[in-house]
């Protein structure tokens, strides 16, 4: 990097955005379709975005740049395949052997592959025999619940229905999913708290917010065109209130691509007006905290005979257990609340203030707040202190979970789902004429429990990375290897790819980007749901890489007519038209009425959410309050008072898509060319007696008789909390234990890992 350059990425975004855009537009050998793919990225005849879950604005200027969506774009348009020829030239041991990075860049698959155990070795195998094979190994089966459906998010709206409708045709509810990993406990929450899981604004509430709080969230990131919003915000005069645990540049600072003026200065502007930095997990203390500041003002201006800073009226005509929850926030001390979040009373009576001051608040938050232990008490705490003023259900204010996968939110709706509601199950009954499974399935962690154990037979994945993306990622190579089939539906050569089962397939689809003609003339549209509930379509543009290549619509209809036949649905010609999917969607998913004619309008149509319209869908058809005690330890709590214990967070570098890894470059952090590192108080680096930049092994808990060790990760001095440290996810993976996992989510806790480190021995790194 030269000096203009360093410079320069002081900033988040910016000439480095660019820069770092461009070369990865030309290492991923693909320039020109990848420009073009990029001017029609998030427009009305174009594809949806693959990067991430946030809103499209109404009137989208030629594109809204994103760096990272740059990254996503290029990444599927590569001119590199991993065709037959490199599975003829390694067997899987061998390819096992290589870093996600190594095994990505092979470039995208393009033909159906069939292991071949007494070879070693994926060699091709026809469409027809593939589909016919993988439904005589899950016909086989003694039980549908001995076999495993995972999704990872990207799936559309109409792959994703197709998919559990034949999954429950096939008779399991056994539906894992990313969510499980993801944003579980924000559905947990929201559903109890609001009565739908989901998120209640829209992007244009972004305009008008008086204070945005971005909590647990590095949207310089993860969600790039977040920080266009935040940044107009604040230019309104926003207050934009950060909690995170450590200084993340991008929420601190952004220079606009869009804006030449600041580009050319290499200026920036402030974007959080306040930063706070709470422990890892102190967020609940954190939001007990300013209710506690909110109420004491509230009392105080009504004992001066002031307007009363709560809304009373919201209060008493929407929610349930207010007093409750007056009562166990005055039970909890300021010092618990200073102790577990890290924040000194000071610190979180101004954040209070700000609240208070604000007459429209939203709240936003991701994986630092979902995966934790008490993820879901903390989203409940959330809702119920942006319930104190009535700030859901109303222009300008409400809840925001910034979801992950760009159409992780959609899959929900369409029923990938494990616990799947009874009013959807009745709904496929009426319309199909069958008994879907009552029973609930598996999450992602029940179902790694039942392939160790055993009692899973068969793997079929719909995207992602599960082996990579799982806790206890040194487990899971055994527990596939002892699958009876595995099949992959996958884009790129990823590490679970490596992992077959007896039987094991890897059938490549067509990405986001590509023309998806289906043997047709016309192309056909697929649709998803962001972030905001908003459903759109997306259409392909870049001619498909490989003409084998299918969709994952045509996959799976091939792999159900193939299972269960084509006597309650006839998958063929439902993958032969995508308008008849929908017009099925429409008749069984509520929202959808006209979806053909309303997807086809240039922004899609708001799926509508019942809690913003103030209709309470809860059990007892009110809002409400959380009315318990803050945990009584988190893990920053309970760890050992020595100095080389810690809670460790797994989180993204500024060059990874979850388990794909774009370089080795973490920009805004000031990493390079290393993703072995662990961020770290210079303090702490201290009193582990070491230098920066010296090699430390991480010691996981020793749990259940395993032994998780990441041997020889550079410590990076940071700004960031004492006895709290960071490193990257997927390579961190191997600590997370599968028996730690958020209570009512499931979702394993990724961000509050306790661990010890020790200097590594010389001869030891790697
Ligand atoms: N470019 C890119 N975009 C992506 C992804 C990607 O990998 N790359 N992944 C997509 C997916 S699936 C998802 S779910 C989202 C993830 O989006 P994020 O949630 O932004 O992802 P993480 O990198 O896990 O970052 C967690 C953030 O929370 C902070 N944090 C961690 N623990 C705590 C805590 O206890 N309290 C507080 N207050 N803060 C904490 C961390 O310091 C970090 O800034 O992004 C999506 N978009
Ligand atoms: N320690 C730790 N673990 C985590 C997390 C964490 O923060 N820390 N985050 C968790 C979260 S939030 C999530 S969402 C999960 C992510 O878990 P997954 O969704 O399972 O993983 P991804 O890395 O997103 O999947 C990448 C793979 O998807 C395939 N792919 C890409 N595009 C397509 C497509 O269009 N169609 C198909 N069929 N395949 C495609 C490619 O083969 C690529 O290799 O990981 C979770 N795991
Ligand atoms: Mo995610």
Redesign the pocket.
């Known amino acids: 990097m030269d000096q203009k350059e360093k410079r320069a990425s002081k900033a988040a975004g910016g000439w480095p955005a660019l820069i770092a855009s461009g070369r990865s537009l030309l290492s991923s050998g693909a320039p020109l379709s990848g420009v073009r793919a990029l001017s029609k990225a998030n427009q009305p005849d174009g594809f949806d975005c693959p990067?991430?879950?946030w809103g499209d604005p109404e009137h989208g200027s030629s594109f809204e740049f994103c760096e990272?969506g740059v990254?996503?774009v290029s990444w599927e348009a590569t001119e590199r395949r991993a065709d037959p020829e490199l599975f003829r030239k390694m067997s899987v041991r061998e390819l096992r052997k290589l870093d996600d990075y190594t095994l990505e860049n092979h470039g995208r698959l393009v033909h159906p592959m069939r292991y071949n155990r007494a070879t070693d070795h994926y060699e091709p195998v026809s469409w027809d025999v593939a589909f016919a094979e993988i439904g005589a190994h899950l016909k086989a089966l003694s039980s549908p619940d001995e076999a495993q459906f995972y999704t990872s998010?990207r799936a559309s709206n109409e792959a994703a229905y197709l998919y559990q409708l034949f999954v429950r045709i096939f008779g399991t509810n056994n539906m894992p999913d990313?969510s499980n990993m993801?944003?579980e406990a924000s559905g947990v929450a929201l559903g109890q708290a609001i009565g739908v899981g989901k998120g209640t604004v829209r992007l244009e509430d972004f305009e008008e917010a008086d204070a945005i709080f971005v909590?647990?969230?590095?949207?310089g990131?993860?969600?790039?065109r977040m920080l266009g919003d935040l940044r107009r915000a604040a230019e309104r005069g926003a207050r934009i209130v950060v909690?995170?645990?450590?200084k993340?540049r991008g929420l601190e600072r952004f220079a606009d691509p869009q804006r030449k003026r600041e580009m050319i200065v290499n200026g920036s502007a402030a974007i959080a007006s306040d930063y706070f930095q709470?422990?890892?997990?102190?967020?609940m203390a954190v939001f007990r905290g300013m209710a506690k500041a909110v109420l004491a003002a509230d009392r105080k201006a009504r004992a001066e005979g002031s307007k009363p800073l709560i809304n009373d009226a919201f209060i008493a005509d929407h929610t349930e257990g207010f007093d409750a929850y007056v009562a166990a926030v005055d039970a909890t001390t300021w010092e618990a609340i200073e102790d577990q979040s890290g924040l000194s009373r000071a610190e979180i009576e101004k954040a209070a203030a700000i609240y208070l001051s604000a007459d429209k608040v939203i709240c936003t938050w991701?994986?630092?707040?979902t995966?934790?232990r008490h993820s879901v008490i903390t989203i409940r705490e959330i809702a119920s202190f942006m319930m104190l003023r009535g700030h859901i259900g109303r222009k300008g204010a409400g809840l925001c979970p910034?979801?992950?996968?760009s159409n992780?939110q959609g899959d929900r709706t369409m029923g990938i789902n494990e616990k799947p509601p009874a009013t959807f199950l009745d709904s496929l009954q009426r319309e199909f004429g069958f008994n879907p499974p009552r029973k609930h399935g598996n999450s992602t962690i029940e179902a790694i429990g039942a392939m160790i154990s055993g009692r899973s037979k068969a793997f079929i994945g719909l995207g992602g990375n599960f082996a990579r993306a799982v806790p206890d990622s040194g487990l899971i190579e055994e527990a596939l290897d002892g699958q009876t089939l595995t099949v992959q539906i996958a884009t790129k050569l990823n590490a679970s790819h490596t992992m077959p089962g007896k039987n094991a397939y890897l059938l490549p689809c067509l990405g986001r980007t590509e023309i998806d003609l289906n043997g047709k003339k016309e192309p056909q549209l697929v649709t998803v749901e962001d972030s905001m509930s908003m459903v759109h379509g997306s259409a392909g543009i870049n001619p498909p890489a490989g003409e084998q290549l299918r969709s994952e619509i045509a996959i799976i209809a091939g792999i159900a007519n193939a299972t269960v036949g084509s006597a309650i649905v006839d998958w063929l010609a439902l993958a032969e038209d995508y308008d008849r999917i929908r017009d099925l969607i429409e008749r069984t998913i509520p929202g959808f009425h006209d979806f053909n004619n309303r997807v086809r309008k240039p922004r899609g149509f708001d799926l509508g959410n019942a809690a913003a319209r103030r209709e309470w869908n809860t059990q007892n058809g009110r809002a409400n309050f959380f009315t318990g005690a803050l945990p009584e330890k988190t893990e920053y709590q309970a760890r050992a008072d020595a100095p080389d214990r810690f809670v460790l967070?797994?989180?993204?570098s500024?060059d990874?898509?979850?388990t794909t890894v774009y370089g080795m470059d973490d920009r805004y952090r000031g990493v390079y060319g290393e993703r072995r590192v662990v961020f770290v108080h210079p303090d702490d680096i201290r009193g582990l007696g070491a230098a920066a930049h010296q090699r430390v092994d991480i010691a996981g808990p020793d749990t259940g008789g395993v032994t998780r060790v990441a041997k020889g990760f550079k410590l990076i001095p940071y700004d960031i909390p004492r006895g709290c440290v960071?490193g990257y996810?997927p390579e961190l993976n191997v600590l997370v234990p599968l028996s730690s996992y958020g209570d009512e989510s499931g979702t394993p806790t990724s961000?509050?890992i306790p661990v010890r480190l020790s200097l590594s021995r010389p001869g030891e790194i790697a």
């Open positions: 990067g991430c879950a990272n990254k996503a998010g990313c993801c944003h909590v647990g969230q590095n949207p990131t993860n969600h790039p909690f995170n645990t450590l993340e709470p422990r890892l997990g102190g967020d991701a994986m630092g707040i995966q934790h910034v979801r992950g996968h992780v967070q797994t989180m993204r500024h990874q898509y979850n960071a996810f961000k509050s």
